[in-house]
């Protein structure tokens, strides 16, 4: 069943034209990402979703019912901003029912609600303290608990852990997750970080200058990107791009560079593509189905489990990722190997996968 059906959206800011036939069908108790860099138009369609923003042409559809021209209370959606926007002067008990005061809901119901959510994120000895004796983390767990009260229909997280430092990141995306998890609810989650989006949802949806590039599983976008921004943006370090022609015995030679790669496919001689290669997928040793071509070692960076080693082909920079402990040193000339099986192509003019 489908819990929210976007249908042709549009938005317009005067001249500016920030969101470009949307369409997103997203699941009853799914997990969605909207990611993609800053400007892309990812918290413009959350707060059109939410309903503060108002739709230039479209539809938007949550339950089944049109909600074009309501407002966000009439929306049974509880969004999650970036900034906590708790109340100073407010406990963290009278912060997270204080939508349900407002609405003059039964004592009982109210104080229910408040000591379930509460003991769902850990807060149920916070209470009584205010914003500044808490920690970041749990300023943010109180933001979460006054959307939980409500029992929405819809969570909405507008960007909800940059403010966060990266350990305590990395926690609350297991919390997050966790907290969606055990309210089946039906979560759409803003964000420009694609770790967050890759480990946290069930779909993507990736963005760029208010379209919608591709959307699918975390694991579909990685494999089977559609064009060279989602191949580039998807994957951390992002994926490699050398430029290369297509020769007239069917094989692609490097610009800059008389390297003949093999290919295993009928294209005609003149094409010119990119050819994408994940740093997981190269190697300086021998793998399957592979071939070696010349390169030079510009730069390493270890993190201890995992080497990124920086090396210039045919005057392109090239990363390589691998297990372990560094291998080369900077200024070495060596042969790396790529794995034909595992090469994406993206078209010179069109940056479409091939």
Request: proline content about 5%; hydrophobic content about 40%.
């Amino acid at each position: 069943m489908l819990q929210i059906e976007i249908d042709h959206l549009n938005k317009h800011y005067g001249g500016f034209h920030a969101l470009k036939d949307v369409n997103i069908s997203i699941k009853q108790g799914s997990f969605v990402a909207l990611v993609g860099p800053s400007g892309c138009g990812k918290s413009t369609l959350l707060r059109t979703l939410a309903g503060l923003e108002k739709t230039s042409s479209g539809d938007v559809r949550i339950a089944g019912r049109s909600v074009i021209g309501k407002p966000p209370r009439e929306r049974d959606v509880a969004m999650v901003f970036q900034s906590y926007a708790l109340y100073p002067h407010m406990d963290v008990e009278h912060n997270m029912n204080y939508s349900m005061r407002l609405k003059r809901r039964p004592k009982e119901e109210i104080s229910e609600r408040t000591r379930t959510a509460a003991e769902t994120l850990g807060l149920g000895n916070l209470l009584d303290r205010l914003p500044k004796a808490l920690s970041g983390g749990q300023r943010q767990r109180v933001a979460m608990g006054r959307a939980i009260v409500r029992n929405p229909k819809v969570f909405l997280f507008d960007e909800p852990l940059s403010n966060l430092d990266a350990a305590l990141r990395v926690h609350m995306r297991s919390e997050i997750r966790k907290l969606h998890e055990r309210l089946n609810a039906t979560s759409v989650y803003v964000t420009h970080d694609q770790v967050e989006a890759m480990t946290m949802a069930d779909h993507v949806v990736v963005m760029r200058a208010g379209v919608v590039e591709q959307q699918g599983s975390p694991l579909d976008l990685y494999d089977r990107p559609a064009n060279r921004f989602v191949a580039g943006f998807i994957g951390s370090p992002a994926m490699n791009f050398l430029p290369a022609t297509v020769t007239d015995n069917g094989a692609l030679v490097l610009d800059n560079d008389s390297t003949q790669i093999g290919l295993n496919r009928d294209i005609a001689a003149g094409c010119q593509f990119w050819i994408g290669m994940r740093p997981e997928h190269l190697s300086l040793k021998p793998c399957v189905n592979d071939m070696a071509i010349d390169a030079t070692v510009t730069g390493i960076e270890s993190t201890g489990s995992m080497t990124f080693v920086v090396l210039e082909v045919a005057s392109q920079p090239v990363v390589l990722a691998h297990s372990g402990r560094p291998v080369t040193r900077r200024g070495d000339h060596v042969r790396l190997h790529i794995s034909l099986d595992n090469l994406h192509l993206f078209d010179r003019e069109t940056e479409l996968a091939a």
